[in-house]
């Protein structure tokens, strides 16, 4: 058998259709290879009980334990049956229910005193833990069944691996087919490159797939997984060393800052002295744009630390330089927000006739989708003749239609917003590739930044400007207290009693087209949320507000599905003051300023992420008055989201915040920046916590890629690269 093909067969081949299609679906694992690669997420030790006391809510989990007791009850008069069974760990306790016909099959295997590992939901009734209708495997031959004999050889005096699984496929079953794919581990490619491998004693490839699936010691389990991480962490370093080493190669024309042009000039008109911070980062770009090589460097900083000056300067000092340069916004609101505040900024120098006329300026042209074409037209002909040196813009910046006088770098706001493709495509713009900036105010961890954006040299802002206020953040619970959430209107109400305004803000928008998607996917949510209600909207709690708590004030609405105009107005008047209580999806998410803007009540706060949420918040206190920040939920008080928002309430550094996302979210894409799913590339690294991996990896993988760039005697390492990096994901991590 051709060495790569045994990972590439697919599974139908060895596990037949039904099961290899709930793993497809429902687990993302396709062939032998990616079943080989879904590790266990933990071990049993054989004769241990799982601790049945810290299980998550609403997670699908498994666990080892005993019954205590088992009882019928009948309810209906007589005709509805439920089986409620009690499990201990020897210290705490878990309840299972099952009904109707479900109950004969486990009430007369679940016996008091029986073993067993049992798989389902946590939920929560009548103020117990417990399981509905789970799933379970007999770990006691007490019954001359056949199964339970055979789960019992299986894991006789050894770790029992407990695989992430799910509801369509229990942790068992998934064991059982990796025990008929295990034979092919002996054929996997080792990607390390042999020298590496023994200096730094590492066991082998196969070996360490054996190990961490079926172990016999807790020490196989620990050197299966030293060896996995580093493949991990030295294939995503060498795919993106080798992307740095590309773009070391490409030239870039160099645009040095003039004196007395007109960065000095502007610089000259600020009422405030730069923070350090601001400094500093600028001299690392200023630097960045003196090279022949185009500039690649990540800006990153809290939220209101003044990104958008240091970006500024920056393209003024490429139009002193006798270039042009483009911000790339992600929506509408934000690509004219921009606009406003940077003509505010720079003031008459905003007006210039000429490119590079110091003492009249530059000209600073708008660029959007919805733009009327008289203006549309002006401004494409302001950038091919390099009237306009300075262009801000959305996706419409992109098309084909705009032309370039002379592109010399290009602002990218909240990159995660943008493919690559976009990216690509405006830079081609430029006759040479034009130098880089991407901002973001998703505070990213080292370690993170070394993995997700390893192809951008990285600067921090990380002081806030002065006159910053602080905001206090509370959760509040509207199931459990409803008068909190009463309390929270009449703050609302005296922020603006007291000349502030406020933002509400919704998960949803609530009109047609919302609904008919939410009909579509009700059905589907509605098995898998159980009773959980859809998404508060913008247009009905607006309509609540401006009846109810907050009747006489004037409350507004502005969503992605406005008219463009109409959001411009909305945003406008807010910013004027001429609206108190601005309902809003979140379109206002970045880059909004409005410093009057006091409080925000973010409604259904935990079905937003962490850094979302701070991103919001980020929204007011942006004035000389603190700002308020309420985050109301429904989630119970023991659930994950309900920590998460507890988290968010604790603390104001994003950094902190963006460790604590990352640590909930460990299953998610850290390549491919999906926020969730099932299965990440990385599995067994941990991009908080193997900083020193993650490090020792990079340096390996540049010391490989300078010998190499083009991997020709390292042949299994290009095979492990081109698995890793299927082609969207070395498209994503063009990016960032």
Not at 294 to 315: D, I, N, Y
Not at 377 to 382: I, S, T, Y
Not at 549 to 567: A, F, N, T, W
């Amino acid at each position: 058998m051709d060495r790569v093909s045994a990972f590439e067969e697919p599974l139908k081949k060895l596990l037949g259709g039904p099961t290899a299609k709930v793993m497809a679906e429902h687990l993302d694992l396709h062939t032998v290879g990616d079943l080989l690669h879904h590790y266990p997420r933990r071990y049993e030790e054989r004769g241990r009980l799982t601790a049945l006391t810290d299980l998550p809510l609403d997670e699908h989990v498994t666990v080892v334990a005993q019954v205590a007791d088992a009882r019928v009850l009948t309810f209906n008069g007589g005709r509805g049956k439920r089986l409620e069974v009690t499990l201990t760990d020897g210290h705490g306790r878990l309840q299972l229910v099952f009904f109707g016909h479900g109950v004969h099959k486990p009430h007369k295997d679940l016996l008091p005193g029986r073993r067993a590992m049992f798989a389902g939901k946590v939920s929560v009734f009548n103020r117990k833990m417990q399981l509905a209708h789970p799933t379970y495997q007999l770990l006691d031959a007490a019954s001359g069944d056949d199964e339970a004999t055979e789960a019992v050889d299986a894991f006789a005096g050894k770790l029992l691996p407990i695989y992430p699984a799910c509801k369509q496929l229990d942790s068992w079953r998934i064991a059982k087919a990796v025990d008929a794919v295990l034979p092919s581990a002996r054929e996997a490619v080792d990607p390390l490159p042999e020298a590496l491998r023994e200096g730094r004693g590492f066991t082998s490839l196969p070996e360490a797939l054996l190990k961490i699936h079926r172990p016999a010691t807790k020490a196989d389990v620990a050197a299966a997984r030293d060896r996995l991480k580093w493949d991990e962490a030295f294939v995503l370093q060498v795919a993106l060393a080798r992307r740095r080493y590309a773009d070391t190669q490409l030239p870039a024309v160099a645009r040095r800052p003039v004196p007395g042009g007109l960065l000095d000039a502007f610089d000259a008109k600020l009422p405030f002295t730069l923070t350090d911070g601001q400094q500093k980062v600028s001299q690392e770009i200023f630097d960045d744009l003196a090279t022949e090589h185009p500039m690649h460097r990540l800006l990153q900083g809290e939220v209101g630390s003044g990104k958008t000056m240091v970006a500024l300067r920056a393209m003024l000092a490429v139009v002193d330089a006798g270039g042009q340069a483009a911000m790339l916004a992600p929506t509408e609101v934000l690509a004219q927000q921009h606009h406003r505040s940077i003509t505010e900024m720079m003031g008459d120098l905003a007006e210039g006739g000429m490119l590079g006329g110091s003492d009249q300026g530059t000209k600073v042209v708008l660029l959007t989708g919805s733009m009327g074409t008289a203006a549309r037209r002006q401004a494409l002909l302001d950038l091919v003749t390099g009237e306009a040196g300075i262009v801000i813009g959305t996706h419409a910046l992109i098309e084909d239609k705009v032309k370039f006088h002379d592109l010399g770098l290009v602002v990218v706001d909240e990159q995660h917003r943008f493919g690559v493709e976009q990216r690509d495509a405006l830079r081609s713009k430029g006759k040479q590739p034009p130098h880089l900036l991407v901002m973001t105010a998703t505070p990213i961890p080292r370690t993170v930044a070394m993995t997700v954006f390893g192809d951008l040299e990285t600067s921090v802002l990380d002081q806030l400007p002065a006159g910053r206020s602080p905001i206090a953040s509370h959760v509040v619970p509207a199931k459990d207290k409803p008068h909190f959430l009463s309390r929270a209107w009449e703050r609302v109400r005296e922020e603006v009693d007291n000349g502030h305004q406020a933002y509400v803000v919704c998960p949803r928008i609530g009109d047609d087209e919302d609904d008919a998607a939410k009909k579509k996917g009700k059905k589907a949510a509605a098995e898998e949320e159980g009773d959980k209600r859809p998404p508060l909207a913008v247009l009905e709690i607006a309509e609540q507000l401006a009846k109810g708590p907050l009747h006489g004030l004037r409350v507004e609405v502005l969503h992605g599905r406005m008219q463009p105009d109409d959001k411009d107005d909305v945003m406008r008047r807010f910013a004027a003051g001429e609206v108190d209580v601005l309902v809003a999806t979140t379109v206002i998410e970045v880059g909004v300023n409005v410093p009057n803007a006091t409080a925000m009540v973010i409604m259904d706060a935990d079905r937003f992420g962490v850094s979302q949420l701070h991103q919001l918040r980020g929204r007011v206190g942006r004035g000389s008055a603190p700002g308020l920040c309420l985050l109301v939920t429904e989630a119970h008080e023991a659930s994950p989201a309900r920590a998460r928002l507890s988290a968010v309430a604790a603390t104001l550094d994003g950094f902190e915040l963006s460790r604590i996302d990352l640590e909930q979210r460990r299953e998610g894409d850290v390549l491919g920046q999906a926020q969730s799913g099932v299965r990440s590339s990385l599995r067994v690294l941990n991009v908080i916590d193997d900083e020193e991996v993650i490090a020792a990896a990079r340096q390996e993988a540049v010391a490989v890629v300078a010998a190499d760039p083009d991997l020709e005697r390292l042949p299994e390492l290009r095979t492990a690269l081109d698995a890793l990096l299927d082609k969207e994901r070395e498209e994503y991590l063009d990016k960032g």
